[in-house]
């Protein structure tokens, strides 16, 4: 049996989260996390960038349950490359209550995609963050979405807010709808109606645009971090989660992003996480959407959120 050693310095996800004082809506959606393995049962690939802790399905159900979330949309993480086994997996443990986005290769037979999409997959994501990923060659992605887009699946795509200049033509171009991950990683030590921001939602605007307003652990700068009880954690990411929430009501997501791969300062309390959403979506009716509605439109379309 292959042993896994962590990337030195790898910060393991929080143990013992915080009780939310938060209560999400009934039937609310964590629309973004991950599995890790377990190494020992789902081995991590030989051309990852990094090696995480273990942090598989049992963990990540148990999450679930603590935090009062309802379902969860497993995102493939990077370590695992195109192997889906992991994700696909915790997908069919959850009783219909997740959903996964997978990574293929261009080379990916129908076949494979309907057994895929039978599993409960519904989108792959396209990873453009030069430290994930050695490249990210445009043809061989639209391959990739010329092939998923009879399934009616998304294409989630992952970038830094100043790369998106260069690529918002190839995004356009997908014959998919689009899901964003963290707001495109915006600076935010620049102004939310700074020129790089506006170009984002400009870019929303104007097409197909799924936006997941997660993640203000990895966009701050000057904190204050989500630990010891924080109440109005990440102030200085709240005014670019507050905007695209009040711009596009009825296409935003949030998701915990559990394990956390690869942050580097520290690891924020996942509970103190869901007491961040009231920062973003400040009104029920903003909360009922961007945790049940939307989601639930996406991943589970037809279906009652209480069931």
């Given at each position: 049996?292959?042993?896994?050693?962590?990337t030195?310095?790898?910060?393991?996800?929080?143990?013992?989260?915080?009780?939310?004082?938060?209560?999400?809506?009934?039937?609310?959606?964590?629309?973004?996390?991950?599995?890790?393995?377990?190494?020992?049962?789902?081995?991590?690939?030989?051309?990852?960038?990094?090696?995480?802790?273990?942090?598989?399905?049992?963990?990540?159900?148990?999450?679930?349950?603590?935090?009062?979330?309802?379902?969860?949309?497993?995102?493939?993480?990077?370590?695992?490359?195109?192997?889906?086994?992991?994700?696909?997996?915790?997908?069919?443990?959850?009783?219909?209550?997740?959903?996964?986005?997978?990574?293929?290769?261009?080379?990916?037979?129908?076949?494979?995609?309907?057994?895929?999409?039978?599993?409960?997959?519904?989108?792959?994501?396209f990873?453009?963050?030069?430290?994930?990923?050695?490249?990210?060659?445009?043809?061989?992605?639209?391959?990739?979405?010329?092939?998923?887009?009879?399934?009616?699946?998304?294409?989630?795509i992952?970038?830094?807010?100043?790369?998106?200049?260069?690529?918002?033509?190839?995004?356009?171009?997908?014959?998919?709808?689009?899901?964003?991950?963290?707001?495109?990683?915006?600076?935010?030590?620049?102004?939310?109606?700074?020129?790089?921001?506006?170009?984002?939602?400009r870019?929303?605007?104007?097409?197909?645009?799924?936006?997941?307003?997660?993640?203000?652990?990895?966009?701050?700068?000057?904190?204050?971090?989500?630990?010891?009880?924080?109440q109005?954690?990440?102030?200085?990411?709240?005014?670019?989660?507050?905007?695209?929430?009040?711009?596009?009501?009825d296409?935003?997501?949030?998701?915990?992003?559990?394990?956390?791969?690869?942050?580097?300062?520290?690891?924020?309390?996942?509970?103190?996480?869901?007491?961040y959403?009231p920062?973003?979506?400040?009104?029920?009716?903003?909360?009922?959407?961007?945790?049940?509605?939307?989601?639930?439109?996406?991943?589970?379309?037809?279906?009652?959120?209480r069931?």
């Amino acid at each position: 049996m292959e042993t896994f050693t962590k990337t030195p310095g790898w910060l393991d996800w929080y143990a013992n989260p915080s009780t939310p004082r938060f209560q999400l809506p009934a039937g609310a959606v964590d629309a973004h996390c991950h599995v890790f393995g377990p190494g020992a049962e789902f081995p991590f690939a030989p051309e990852r960038k990094y090696t995480p802790c273990d942090g598989g399905k049992e963990d990540l159900f148990a999450l679930r349950d603590h935090l009062g979330v309802s379902r969860n949309v497993i995102v493939q993480a990077t370590c695992h490359g195109a192997d889906n086994s992991a994700m696909v997996d915790a997908v069919q443990s959850a009783g219909g209550r997740a959903r996964g986005v997978a990574t293929v290769r261009p080379d990916i037979s129908e076949a494979e995609l309907r057994r895929l999409d039978e599993a409960g997959v519904r989108g792959v994501r396209f990873n453009f963050l030069k430290r994930l990923v050695s490249s990210a060659p445009q043809e061989d992605l639209a391959e990739i979405a010329r092939k998923i887009a009879p399934l009616g699946w998304h294409v989630v795509i992952y970038f830094e807010g100043e790369d998106l200049e260069g690529l918002e033509g190839f995004f356009g171009s997908l014959p998919t709808p689009l899901v964003v991950d963290h707001m495109g990683r915006p600076d935010v030590t620049k102004p939310v109606d700074g020129p790089e921001f506006s170009r984002f939602l400009r870019f929303v605007d104007r097409n197909d645009v799924w936006v997941k307003v997660s993640c203000p652990e990895r966009l701050s700068v000057s904190g204050p971090p989500a630990l010891d009880g924080e109440q109005h954690a990440y102030t200085d990411a709240v005014p670019f989660g507050r905007r695209v929430v009040q711009e596009f009501p009825d296409r935003v997501l949030w998701g915990t992003d559990w394990p956390h791969p690869n942050l580097k300062g520290h690891m924020p309390d996942d509970g103190l996480l869901v007491d961040y959403i009231p920062q973003v979506a400040v009104t029920t009716e903003q909360q009922h959407q961007l945790l049940v509605a939307n989601p639930m439109r996406l991943y589970w379309p037809g279906e009652d959120a209480r069931a």
